[in-house]
């Protein structure tokens, strides 16, 4: 028996459910999980639904597109390890938990590799015998440098996505574009919150009494692509802002590694600048 | 155009989204928000429609029961203030939240009364315009004081839901039974840590970092209910006891109100002494 | 016995606990509880002391005064309610909050009245017996309205704090410096999120999974005075900006109680545009 | 310049501070934090300090000694990597998360070693350079088990800390008493609620909103010594137990980490079964 999460959106009109699930009745399969969510602002239906049963895949996207007005996107896939890419420059919470986790078997993800603007990592990422490439910024402009990284990247097969477990560098329009919706970053404040540099700084400056930190998609405006997950932590006075870094390095790991793990299991739509997350 | 709140429960089998949503779809309703679950462990399916459209309430359930399973519970409710009596002892503070979202329009229900073993809550509870009924345990068994109580729900017409906001009295069987999951309580523990007396004080003593408040239905066997809302608070080792109460008093009220509108709502279903939330 | 809380902010230089707590130990005093904390970037000193015994405030503070160096700040509160005056707009939480804390006695405040742009209020504010004034924008510039408002505050005697309890005008300088860090606000986001007119709408467009209040005293620049406290809560996809808005309330009320509670206990120093809260 | 952590608990009497802290002013030292805590109930004085100086941490010591009740407890530590060993089952996720701690140079630590019942873990820890024993209880009564157990930790000189990540096999008196509040355990639940086997699967059963992990020292009572740190997350009908574990994973190692790290940093007092923390 083979197992299917089918992820579907579409314009909102009556009957969506009914047809899919025809669909799931007629084919005898089994539903494990069912969700669906309607924006009414918007106008837009999403479904997400793990099924079991007799069918191949090909044949289950087809009737399902079918029965569903021709605007509507569905996916069928088959749970299976995703590629993922990390990149990271020089601190080892957000890699190492994902490493960990990995290593405990709880990503169903294959690390192709660790890209680094530094080589301070290699030693902590070869322990766990995982490629690291050290790509140095070192005299060249961002759009050289970013070309020797997406040459590096060019060099896998099948990216899922991108993992930027504190990659400190901004991304160009270009890089960002060749990789729509699978480039996942943390960024070390509860966003919309001290966008930008040094947020811990500005956080201290300001003397808020909790940060935070936000997973997210990255799009062409720094720091403001769909939201995935956000978590935060209460400080007070006696914080400089280095306790406020150290602390929030225990947010940042556990949010970065919940939205991949979000994201490796199929449960994220994006639309409107937004995630939808079943 | 009508709205109902459909709720559903059943044995799992294949088929039953599909045929809830034919019938949605022949009537031609509109689906608002559409919830389902499955308790694979108990082979139990859940679900919760919001539907909108011109039909009535008892053609759409004849229709949904007869698509259904015998066994299968169906509820077609239509949206409308539910009558509740509110217990309580001393304490105004979940008393008191509770009637101040009353009078903000937030709760959808009418308060036909609030019933005490004191009356040192009467002079509060009149400002509101609440009937206001002392019935005092002094001098009475647990039985009789029981009957005293339950003569006066008698007089009360169709009691949707009975909220003890710090009633500080053990309810005998014969009372629970009576009204069977439509008595929500708040128990000031986060439960099942700290049952019975004086939670606050068994915390203190033992020393714990984090204080919680707890939901639940009542039922026979003493704060073992099916737990409906939770929430916590942190606190440290310069807390007396009294200072756990006093902060566990924000939790109580955020927690039991919370949990009330829920019930109002028709978002809770009741199975195996839990509860499943949509 | 008398109980005094002594707060003194000082530059910070060797001896300074020395100096207070032999003053403590020399008068016989017993100490209750003593906090202390030195910012190391502005090389400031904060104290505050509760303590009991046979000593006149005003010696206690020469006292001390004498002590220290001159430029330090030496306060010696004898434990009493507080005057205060809440200013709201239309909204009954933030508000109601407070007065049943108030009817319960948990807040040590004198509420002196209820000073409203409208008059939506009045009846609920009435029960608790409290002065109810409607000072109308209508028709009216800011200043001229501020003028009347004023006005009436002019008439109460020892103001110690003004509470906003979502009063939703805008204060001009003049105001803010009538009452210097001695106005609290709350502000229904997670400053500096979301600075500004609807923040649950801005909150909702971004696509936040995270919402907040922030309780802050208020100074020249909007939202941006010392924070005092904050709160948040989880929200996902399925959440409306009104959804926001409404659970966002349970917080906005926790965090401006706890806020008000905090002044009124005399726990908070302000320096820098920040509070350091004991 | 030498630094010092100066930890004291004495029978709280008049005088105290004072007394330590002209001692302070005496030698010149720079106070850098400074906490106290008086427990009312128990009549015990609590006083951490950090100061910097020229003076011998014996000379200090003594003059602390010297000016305070006899039966009072001085310690002057000199900021130094404290010895830990570490003892694990089969599970990586606590484990793993000091150990890429430690890498990262967070842990002011030598880990002399990670001793488990099994030899799982082995390949995962050797990555880090960190000896590994395993001591299989297989065909080995319980004594006999510990007894080995002891035998290597004797091996080790000056062990500050055994750290339980996820050990699951129950210590006997005998071997606490030889570590007494120098082992701290990390139980799966939010103590004291699910005591004993597989909280998690008790949890479930339960139908609880919320499950947590507890950080404690151990003591001659199962899960009930003194709490270091909790911490929660929330959950809802559609966890199965395994879903819980899992997630329960990610509160665990976070609080057992930060359960160390305050030992590490000498914050913690126990008393009465409980901890004082500053």
Redesign the interface.
């Known amino acids: 028996m083979a197992q299917y999460r089918i992820l579907i959106d579409a314009n909102d009109e ?2 969506l ?2 047809k899919v ?2 669909i ?2 007629e084919k ?14 918007n106008g837009k239906f999403f479904m997400r639904s793990v099924v079991e049963g007799d069918v191949e895949a090909s044949e289950l996207k087809e009737l399902i597109q079918k029965a569903l007005p021709k605007a509507s996107n569905v996916n069928v896939i088959e749970p299976a390890k995703k590629n993922i890419v990390i990149m990271a420059t020089k ?3 957000a890699l ?2 994902i ?3 990995h ?2 078997g ?1 990503l169903d993800a294959n690390i192709l590799g660790v890209i680094s603007n530094y080589d301070n990592l290699e030693s ?1 990422v070869s ?2 015998n995982i490629p690291y490439f050290t790509i140095s910024h070192e005299g060249l402009g961002r759009a050289e440098h970013e070309e020797k990284i997406l040459q590096k990247l060019s060099e896998f097969e099948d990216i899922d996505y991108i993992v930027l477990a504190k990659y400190m560098r901004i991304l160009t329009p270009r890089f960002v574009e060749a990789y729509e919706n699978k480039i996942i970053n943390i960024h070390h404040s ?5 966008i930008g540099a040094n947020p811990y700084k500005q956080a201290y400056d ?5 940060i ?1 930190a936000t997973a997210h998609f990255v799009n062409n405006n720094l720091d403001e692509g ?7 932590i ?1 400080v ?3 914080y ?1 802002w280095k306790d406020m870094q ?1 602390s929030g390095r ?1 947010v940042e790991k ?1 949010v970065l590694s ?1 939205a991949l793990k979000l994201a490796l299991e199929d449960r994220i739509f994006v639309y ?6 079943f």
């Open positions: 009556k009957g459910v009914y699930s025809s799931f009745f005898n399969l089994n539903i494990l999980t069912n969700n669906e969510f309607v924006d009414k602002v601190e080892i919470h190492g938990d490493l960990v986790r290593e405990e709880e902590f322990k766990f509860f966003l919309p919150a001290f300001r003397g808020v009494k909790i935070g769909p939201i995935i997950s956000q978590e935060i209460h007070n006075h006696a400089s150290r225990n556990i919940h409107a600048n937004k995630s939808v997350i």
